[in-house]
């Protein structure tokens, strides 16, 4: 059997350095990049055509959701297994609508991982036994047509809101994503009107609430 290709995206280096010394034991796989934010997850995954990306949500820059979201447009043979501390409701439903595979979490036994990552490079779908009442709900589909993380956002407002929130200035986020200070302003603008907040402690209250960023991110 050809060896299972995969990216791990974490911001914790330790964590990182911890799961590629575990999965470089398994014969069946091997690891082939890491990256710490979603901007170089999403690159990571165009360049080195991954099997599977292990994701977490919480990370800067981008966060795990929206990076899902991008990896799946940029290089949709590439299967999204998230691996998250949030076994909230809202963060599994938007990891499957952004169109990851599976859904675990970090305090899982290896063993677990390895299953997961299996099943979703064998296009299974995989989603830990301690969150499986959330998918199995009998209103995962409505939920997942209303207002699941942010949807009256844009991917480009969501970008922005977490930057913002990450306490970049006007300008550094103008110069991360290659755009012009008016824009950046126009979208801070549209966000504080959509979400009726007109605080950045607000916004970054909204943003946390939501996994676009943490406290120690």
Do not use: W
């Not at 575990?22 to 979603?38: D, F, H, P, Q, R």
């Amino acid at each position: 059997m050809m060896s299972i290709r995969i990216l791990l995206a974490d911001d914790h280096v330790i964590f990182r350095e911890g799961m590629r010394g575990l999965l470089e034991k398994e014969a069946t796989m091997a690891v082939i990049g890491e990256a710490s934010n979603g901007k170089d997850t999403v690159r990571l995954a165009q360049e080195l055509h991954p099997d599977v990306v292990v994701m977490d949500i919480t990370m800067p820059d981008l966060n795990g959701i929206d990076a899902t979201r991008q990896v799946k447009k940029k290089a949709p043979q590439t299967k999204v297994l998230c691996l998250s501390m949030h076994s909230e409701r809202n963060f599994v439903l938007a990891m499957f609508k952004a169109g990851a595979a599976g859904y675990l979490l970090k305090n899982c036994a290896f063993d677990e991982l390895t299953r997961a990552i299996y099943a979703v490079f064998s296009n299974k779908m995989y989603v830990s036994p301690q969150i499986t009442h959330h998918v199995i709900d009998d209103s995962l589909s409505r939920s997942l047509e209303t207002k699941v993380f942010s949807t009256v956002l844009t991917p480009r407002e969501r970008e922005v809101l977490q930057l913002i929130a990450e306490g970049k200035s006007t300008k550094q986020i103008a110069d991360l994503l290659h755009r012009g200070v008016k824009t950046v302003e126009t979208h801070r603008r549209r966000i504080m009107q959509k979400l009726d907040i007109h605080s950045v402690a607000e916004l970054t209250k909204y943003a946390i609430s939501e996994g676009l960023t943490s406290l120690d991110t």
